[in-house]
Structures are given as structure tokens and as C-alpha cells.
């Protein structure tokens, strides 16, 4: 179990930090103090007092809001791991705050104990390595550039990779991007070129040396430099740079040379040097002790003077060995440590111990000579190189134990590097190279791809260091597509170009799978408990915390923002008579294994209403079989309760009503088989009780009509349920006419009323055979009337019309004659016979038209229509129109005259009773459909009225269209008016006859 002392929750919300505190302390973590911060103003008067290990931050609190408080946090608190804790499943923002630096983003109930305890220990132990990481950086970049002498990194060529700030002093350059990839050579003078390049192609050779060279700066200046060249190697060993430190020893080789003619002047140069300097003489004696030597090893001048080097600076387990060297270079003149750096522990006056960087050189003075030694303390760079190879070497244990894909691109020279779940990620092994970044834009998910890349060329154009992004992702062998959790951390050099990339792969396929199922888990829980009429609720034993529905809280009187009722209050609720035997049943079910306690009790309501309660409830018990949780819901079963007991009051008279119903009653259940049938039913279908038990309804269906009418179920299940005609087969194989009602009952099952019509049916047939006949009469009578006026109306015309036309002509003579006469009177007289005798030609006319237009028969129904209409307009003053796009009409001329007659009295009811002013007749034919509509823009009526009024004229009409074969329509213009639509299908050389 891991222990986090100090653990800060900074949350407004009292339910989510109680929920947060209880899963931190039902966890693996162990938290020494849980402490809760509900605003920023609390937050800022304690934080000087509060050092948190671990930090909860949720970014919608009062006094601040979003990432600004992430940003205050992490100024507040540096060195604390952040944990968001948010209400909000964004994953933009989760990115954004895992980039702005906290350490992992958690939603609101869509994470588990074990899902927090992995957040807790990946986000302190990620925190804790990146503190590492920064101390370490920090560390060496703080040696290296305070380092008064120049360090570079250079290549195989001698290009420059890096430099400090005291090297570019040194060289004379403004800033890095001057010298970055320039070889030193332009700063060595010609002579010394050559052995520097072989100095640097030694170190690649994993050789050291040390060298004079004459430095020439970018602005001209001449200085004269040591530097000491040595192999830079990797995590891996292998070299890849050549580290030179270089000093600048002008001063000391004009002191060298000055020293030969001024002792003052050596002694200044000695009191000068950035190294310690030591001379001995030919029997190890110091007689040059220079003030840095003081400094680093702490022994005075006057108290190192005289004494043997061997005494005061080297360790006693190397006093045997310095003595064995020593006596050989006195033997030989020779020593192999002689001009070479050496790296050795030293000691200390007060007897500690520290790393030296050394170089022993032999001065010769004639015949006489002796040896200085040049010492500097390394330590802390020895040390911070250490540092940096544990560093490589946790580096490479990570990322070869780790299950995430680990990968290294350098963007300068374009080489990649990755670990062996990398490889595996693709379906490749190590001995493969390493995937180019064509290769992984190729294995993107095409809907990811665009959004992927633009992210990353934004995060590389910007200042960021860090690139966060999710991805679906298609492996290796066939795996599909996985979820991938990418993180990238950009390096930038001096100007801020990236110039490496460094990222982990990590595949959350299966927490992407399982957020998804807890979401979709959380909805169906939620919608249950929002539309159940059951009142469900959940306890925690061990917290006593409490949650119900709403359906819960209206059981007591209250609301959901009301507190949860306890235990007591339940009790309390209970019925009196109740309330002992439930409770005992209760702890008898928690003091037991069992998991589940299912009981009916009398429940008394807030309102006073007592109400029967069916309550299921599961109990949750941890390994010891301890109750530890407990949930379950309050079904209100009190109308069923009542339903059951007037059920059994009423069960008798429901068998007496089925028995003695005349109509057969049969309930079937959903197979169709028959469970319950009345006498009636028995009388029936001829067969016993016993044999309907062991048939169904198809049994006694007619096996044609199935094929043709199937059973209608979907409709049984509406409120009317489903009522038809049908056959029935009786056992001794006759066929009864049959009208059945059936619905399906709540219980899945469905009832039939079962009513023998075999008598209706015979009575309806009857009547329609009566109808049908009294239908043809009619047909019959208005054929033989139609004949009838096309003889009267022929007459009228021919014998009438003629024999007026005769009288008119012997009036007309007789008016010629009677002018003569000059008499006025008998003039007047005579012109008021003729008009009379033009009237009474017009009247016998319009007559004539009227039994029977001559038209129709001459030239069709369109010119009858038209004619008649324009009559019409000319004698009432009503604005007629007639379209048509037919000038002759194919149609038998039974079906024209009864076109014309509707027509007829459709326009005679619109002068008697509509007050129109317009009329519009349409006539087209279509598909060999006759189709007659006349609209007006009357006053109209009531079509519903229709029926209740003593007029036969529309009755007419529709019994001419029916006989016809078609449909009559009349209805109300939206506008104003009436409008009659008559289709009549076209049927040639043949007699309407019904």
C-alpha cells in the first residue's frame, strides 16, 4: 500500500470531494491527511502552511476558472503532482491541461477505486521524474554554463554542436546560431589544425588528449588555449561526440615566458591560475604551492612548502603505487603519465575526499629539471556526469520494461530511435528499422489523420515542449485499430526550433472500450431510475451514506435536493403491525449470506396514505461475507394488492356472467391454444371443454380465409382491439358465419367475443340482392325518361317549332297587310303577336333543351356543357367559365346524359341556393377517367347536413354516379363556396344497367 502524507483536494462541490475522499481512502493509497479547499481566497491565505503531496483540482471553482487555475496552482504548489477532476468529458481540455502540466485528467464518475489508485501512483511517479529530469538538466546546465572555461560537444568533423556561454565569450560570438555547425578549425591558427582534427578523430577512437593550440576569434583576436579532448559517449557506450574543455591560457604562456626573467612575475601567474599548481622537485619535494592549490586541498602555503607531495595530496592506498612511478621516472626519465590528463581521488587537509582532473608536465632547466602538476577539482562535474549516465541508464529501463511504445526522432540529422514495444506496435521486431513518420501518418485513422498532423505542425511551429493527442491507430498482423494515448516532449535549441522529438505510444484501447461501457452503463441507470415508478435507493453500510431516485424522496414528502432518509426514517415510516417482523427479517437477511431479501410490508406515505410495498433488495458483502452495501427498489403494489382482492370478490360473478353470455367468450394464450372457453363457445363449435383445451385458433379457422385474411394481431393490441367477420369450422366440418371481437389481455394472452351471424348474413344478403334490384329499376326508370324527353323534346321541336314557325310567317304577312291600313292600333296590336310568337319560339326552345339537348347527342357532352353553361350565365348574371382540353369525349351516351344531369343539378341548386357570383366547370378525361367538377364561390353549407335534409337533389347525384360505376365527392372551397367532383369511369358499348 503506498503512502502519500498530505493529500489536497481543492473542490467546491461537499458530494464530490466526500465521494473522492471515500474511494482515496477505500483504495491501495494510504493518505497520511485528506485536506479540502473550496475556494481560491481560502486557497491563497494557506497555502504557505500546506505542503501537499498530491493535489486534486477541479478547474470550475469560485475565484477562479479553467486552466488560469491549473497555471496558479502550479505556482503555488511546483514540486506537487496535479490530479483534474473534472464534470466535463472534453477531451480537448484534457489534453490542454496535460500540456499546460498536470499530470493526468480524471471525469466525474467515469473512473473506479482501481482506476484512481493507477492515476495516483502514475501521476506522483511521472511528477517525481520530471522534477528529477529538470534537477538534472538544470544542474548540468547551471555547471556547464557558470564553467568558466569552454565546453563544446563536436562532431566527427570537428563541427560544433554545443557550446557554453563562457566558450562563446571565448570565440567572441553573440550568440549560439553563429558558431552552430562551424568547425573549430576556423578558430585554430594553421599550424595547430591538423593535430586538432586527429585529436577529435581520437576521441570517436575512444582516446583522450591534451593540447596547445593558438586560437584565432570571429572578430580577429589571437589567444592561446589549452584543451583537453575526450570521448562522449551514450546510454548505449557508444561515442558520439568528441567533449573538448578548453581554457584560455594567453596569460599563462606570456607568464611562462615572462617567469624566465621575472619571479614576480611567475609568482603572479601562479597566484592567478584558475588550477591548483604544484611543483616538485627531483625528489618529490613541493616548492611551488600557488593559492588555488590552497583552496582546494586546504593546506597552506608555509604548511605545504617543504613537505613531500605524496604526504599531503594523494591517499595512503596510493602512496605505494605513487612511490613505485615515481622511482621508475627517476631510473628511466620516462612516465607514462607525463603531459596526459588523469582523473584521480585526491584528499584534503581534513582528510575528505574529492575527484582531481590532473596533468603532470616535466620543466627542464638546463640539465636540472622538475615536474609541476596542474590539479583541478572535478567533482561536481565527475558527479553530474554520473548523474547523467544513471539518468541514461533509468532511461533505458524504463523504456525497455514499460508497456508503452517508446520512440526518439532528431529532426537535425533525421535518425530515429525507439524500444521494442514500439516495434511490436507495428508487427516488427527490433532487428527491423525503425518506422519513418510516412509509415505512422500511413497507420492513422483516415478521420484522425488531418486533425492528428495539424496538431502536431502547430505544436512545432509554437513554443510548447509538450504535444499531447489521442488517436485511433491501425498495429501490426492484422490487430485493426487500436486507441492510442500519444505523448511527445519537443527539444528546442537556443532560438526555439525543435530540434528532437521524444514520445510514448501508449495503447488505451481497452480503457477507451471500458469508458464506453460505463458511460453507456451510467445512462441506463440513470434513465432507469428517472422512469421506473418504482422508488430505488442504495446504502453504504460502512459510511452510512444513503442515494435514492426521486420516485424515493416523493415517497416521504421530499425532494432530490431534500437529505436522503436513513434507516430510522424508514422504520418510522413502516406500519405499525408491520414494522417488528419486517425489521427482524431484515437484520435476519443481513446476520445470513444471503444476497438478496424480497418482502411485502404496509409503507404509511408523508401525505398519511398507506400504500402496500413490494421491496427487492440485493446485498453486497465483502470476502468475509460482510454486508458492506445494500440497494434495491419500493414497488407500490397497492392497487394490485386491491386489484387481487376485488379479482377474487369478483371471480364468481365473472363466471357467472361468462357461463350465461350468449356470445361464445374463448381466451387463448400466445401460442394461439385455447385455456378458457364459455358454454357458449362449447355450443358453438360443437366440441367439448376438454377437446378446446387441446386445440387452438386455427383450429377452428377456415383454412381458405387464412390464406387470404390472417389473423390481425398487431391491431388486437390496441385499446379497441380488433373486430371482424370471419368463418368458423364447427367440429362436424360446417362452416358458420362468424363476427369477432378480440384484444390481447395485460398478461400476454388475448380474448374473443365470439357472435354467430350466420342469420344477419343471410338477411344482408337478402337486403343487398333487394337493393340491387330496386337499383336496376331505377336505372331502368331513368333510361325509359330520358328516352321519353328525347321523343317529347323531338316533338316539341318538330312539330311544335314547325307549326309555329308557320304561324309566325302568317302573322308576319297578316302585320304587312294591317300596316297598310294605317291604323295604329291594329299596328301596335299585330307587333305584339309577332313578339309573343318570338317568345313562345324561344320558350319551346329552351324547353326543347332543357328535356334534352340536341347538342349532347350531336356534338357530345363538352359542347352540350359549354352551351348550357353560357345559357345559364346569360339568364341569371352569374360570371361562368368552363375548361376542358377534350373537344370530343369517347363515352357511351348513357354516361354522358348522366354527366350532363349532375351537371344540370349541380347548377340549378347554385342559382336556387348559393348567391354566387362565379361558377367554374372543369372537365377532363384521364387514365380513362371522366372526371366533372363545378365550383362556385357562394355562401356554401354544412356537407355534414347533408344527410338530415329533405332534399333529393344531392342523393340524386350520387345514386346517377353510382350507377355509373363512380365516385361522387361534394365539399366546402377553402375560400367560400361549394365544389362537386364526380369520377366516372369511361366504359364502352356497354348498358349501365344495376
Not at 501518418?441 to 515542449?465: C, F, G, W
Not at 337478402?766 to 333510361?783: F, M
Not at 380513362?928 to 342523393?955: E, P, Q, S, W, Y
Amino acid at each position: 500500500m503506498q503512502m502519500v502524507q498530505t493529500i489536497l483536494v481543492i473542490e467546491d462541490n461537499e458530494g464530490d470531494f466526500f465521494l473522492l475522499k471515500e474511494a482515496l481512502e477505500s483504495g491501495d493509497i494510504k493518505a497520511g491527511e485528506i485536506i479540502n479547499v473550496s475556494n481560491f481566497e481560502q486557497l491563497r491565505e494557506k497555502y504557505t502552511s500546506v505542503s501537499p503531496s498530491l493535489i486534486f483540482l477541479d478547474l470550475v471553482m469560485p475565484g477562479s476558472y479553467g486552466l488560469p487555475a491549473l497555471e496558479e496552482i502550479k505556482e503555488l504548489f511546483p514540486v506537487s503532482p496535479i490530479i483534474i477532476i473534472s464534470g466535463l468529458s472534453d477531451l480537448q481540455l484534457a489534453l490542454d491541461a496535460l500540456q499546460k502540466g498536470a499530470q493526468d485528467y480524471l471525469v466525474k464518475g467515469e473512473f473506479d477505486d482501481g482506476m484512481l489508485n493507477r492515476s495516483i501512483q502514475y501521476s506522483i511517479e511521472r511528477k517525481k521524474n520530471e522534477l528529477a529530469l529538470i534537477e538534472s538538466e538544470n544542474r548540468l546546465r547551471t555547471i556547464l554554463n557558470t564553467d568558466p572555461e569552454c565546453i563544446k560537444l563536436m562532431g566527427r568533423n570537428c563541427e560544433l554542436f554545443e557550446i557554453n556561454k563562457a566558450g562563446m565569450e571565448m570565440v567572441e560570438a553573440d550568440d549560439f546560431e553563429t558558431v552552430k555547425g562551424k568547425s573549430i578549425l576556423e578558430f585554430v591558427s594553421t599550424s595547430y589544425q591538423e593535430k586538432t582534427a586527429k585529436m577529435v578523430a581520437d576521441a570517436f577512437d575512444g582516446k583522450s588528449g591534451l593540447m596547445e593550440f593558438e586560437m584565432l576569434t570571429l572578430k580577429g583576436k589571437s589567444r592561446w588555449c589549452e584543451m583537453n579532448i575526450v570521448p562522449y559517449r551514450n546510454a548505449e557506450g557508444k561515442v558520439i561526440h568528441a567533449l573538448g574543455v578548453t581554457r584560455d591560457v594567453t596569460v599563462r604562456k606570456k607568464k611562462e615566458e615572462e617567469l624566465r626573467s621575472s619571479e614576480d612575475i611567475r609568482k603572479l601567474i601562479m597566484d592567478s591560475a584558475l588550477d591548483a599548481i604544484i611543483c616538485v622537485d627531483k625528489n618529490e619535494v613541493i616548492f611551488t604551492w600557488n593559492p588555488q592549490a590552497e583552496e582546494i586541498f586546504g593546506w597552506k602555503e608555509k604548511e605545504a612548502m617543504g613537505k613531500k607531495l605524496s604526504s599531503l595530496v594523494i591517499h595512503k592506498r596510493y602512496h605505494s603505487k605513487h612511490h613505485k612511478g615515481f622511482a621508475n621516472y627517476h631510473a628511466t626519465g620516462k612516465s607514462p603519465v607525463l603531459n596526459k590528463i588523469m582523473i584521480l581521488p585526491a584528499v584534503r587537509s581534513n582528510g575528505s575526499e574529492f575527484i582531481a582532473e590532473l596533468v603532470i608536465r616535466e620543466i627542464k632547466n638546463g640539465d636540472d629539471y622538475f615536474l609541476c602538476t596542474y590539479v583541478r577539482d572535478v567533482t561536481e562535474r565527475i558527479q553530474a556526469e554520473k548523474e547523467l549516465k544513471q539518468s541514461n541508464s533509468r532511461f533505458q529501463r524504463i523504456t525497455s520494461t514499460t508497456n508503452d511504445a517508446v520512440w526518439e526522432w532528431s529532426l537535425e540529422n533525421n535518425t530515429l530511435w525507439c524500444n521494442e514495444m514500439h516495434q511490436q506496435l507495428y508487427g516488427l521486431t527490433m532487428e527491423d528499422p525503425v518506422p519513418i513518420k510516412a509509415e505512422w501518418v500511413s497507420r492513422i485513422h483516415p478521420e484522425d489523420r488531418y486533425r492528428i498532423l495539424k496538431m502536431q505542425d502547430d505544436a512545432l511551429a509554437s513554443d510548447t515542449n509538450v504535444f499531447i493527442s489521442e488517436y485511433r491507430f491501425r498495429a501490426g498482423k492484422g490487430s485493426g485499430y487500436k486507441y492510442i494515448f500519444d505523448r511527445c516532449y519537443i527539444t528546442r535549441n537556443a532560438a526555439g526550433e525543435p530540434i528532437l522529438m521524444t514520445g510514448s505510444m501508449m495503447d488505451i484501447t481497452e480503457r477507451k472500450l471500458a469508458e464506453e461501457k460505463i458511460i453507456h452503463s451510467n445512462e441506463r441507470f440513470e434513465l432507469i431510475a428517472k422512469t421506473t415508478n418504482d422508488a430505488v435507493w442504495e446504502t453504504d453500510l460502512e459510511t452510512g451514506v444513503s442515494w435514492g431516485n426521486e420516485m424515493h424522496q416523493m415517497m416521504y414528502g421530499l425532494t432530490l435536493e431534500n437529505e436522503i432518509p436513513n434507516f430510522e426514517d424508514w422504520k418510522m415510516h413502516l406500519h405499525a403491525d408491520d414494522r417488528d417482523w419486517v425489521v427482524k427479517s431484515l437484520h435476519d437477511a443481513l446476520a445470513s449470506l444471503d444476497n438478496t431479501w424480497i418482502t411485502e410490508y404496509r409503507f404509511i406515505k408523508s401525505t398519511g396514505e398507506i400504500v402496500t410495498i413490494y421491496d427487492r433488495t440485493y446485498i453486497v458483502r465483502n470476502a468475509e461475507g460482510k454486508p458492506v452495501r445494500m440497494m434495491g427498489s419500493m414497488m407500490d403494489i397497492t392497487e394490485r394488492k386491491k386489484a387481487e382482492d376485488a379479482l377474487l370478490q369478483s371471480e364468481e360473478k365473472y363466471r357467472t356472467l361468462v357461463e350465461q353470455a350468449t356470445d361464445g367468450i374463448f381466451i387463448a394464450d400466445h401460442t394461439g391454444k385455447f385455456v378458457i372457453v364459455n358454454s357458449a363457445a362449447v355450443k358453438l363449435s360443437k366440441y367439448s371443454e376438454e377437446e378446446l383445451a387441446n386445440l387452438t385458433i386455427y383450429d377452428l379457422a377456415d383454412p381458405e380465409e387464412i390464406k387470404t385474411n390472417p389473423f390481425k394481431f398487431e391491431e388486437m393490441k390496441s385499446e379497441l382491439g380488433a373486430r371482424s367477420e370471419r368463418k368458423l369450422k364447427r367440429k362436424d366440418g360446417s362452416i358458420l358465419d362468424i363476427e369477432i371481437n378480440a384484444k390481447f389481455l395485460s398478461d400476454g394472452r388475448f380474448l374473443a367475443f365470439i357472435r354467430d351471424i350466420t342469420e344477419r348474413k343471410k338477411a344482408e344478403n337478402e337486403l343487398n340482392s333487394s337493393y340491387r334490384a330496386i337499383r336496376k329499376l331505377t336505372s331502368h326508370l331513368q333510361n325509359a325518361r330520358e328516352e321519353e324527353r328525347t321523343h317529347i323534346a323531338r316533338e316539341i321541336h318538330d312539330e311544335l317549332g314547325q307549326q309555329l314557325t308557320v304561324l309566325k310567317m302568317d302573322v308576319s304577312w297578316l302585320n304587312k297587310k294591317i300596316k297598310q291600313l294605317e291604323n295604329q292600333q291594329l299596328n301596335d296590336k299585330a307587333a305584339e303577336i309577332v313578339q309573343m310568337l318570338n317568345d313562345t319560339v324561344n320558350t319551346v326552345r329552351r324547353i326543347s333543351s332543357d328535356l334534352r339537348p340536341v347538342l349532347l347527342d350531336d356534338l357530345g357532352l363538352a359542347a352540350a356543357i359549354e352551351w348550357h353553361l353560357m345559357e345559364f350565365g346569360k339568364r341569371s348574371g352569374i360570371k361562368t367559365e368552363f375548361f376542358t382540353l377534350e373537344s370530343v369525349i369517347e363515352i357511351p351516351r348513357a354516361t354522358a346524359t348522366g354527366l350532363f344531369r349532375i351537371y344540370q343539378e349541380s347548377i340549378t341548386n347554385i342559382a336556387r341556393h348559393s348567391e354566387a357570383t362565379e361558377v367554374m366547370v372543369e372537365l377532363f378525361v384521364e387514365d380513362k377517367v371522366v372526371t366533372m367538377a363545378i365550383a362556385d364561390n357562394g355562401k356554401g353549407f354544412d356537407v355534414t347536413t347533408i344527410g338530415r335534409k329533405k332534399t333529393l337533389g344531392v342523393l340524386g347525384m350520387q345514386e346517377r354516379t353510382v350507377m355509373m360505376g363512380g365516385t361522387f365527392r361534394i365539399k366546402r372551397n377553402p375560400a367560400a363556396g361549394m365544389k362537386v367532383e364526380v369520377h366516372v369511369p369511361i366504359v364502352q358499348d356497354e348498358v349501365l344497367d344495376f
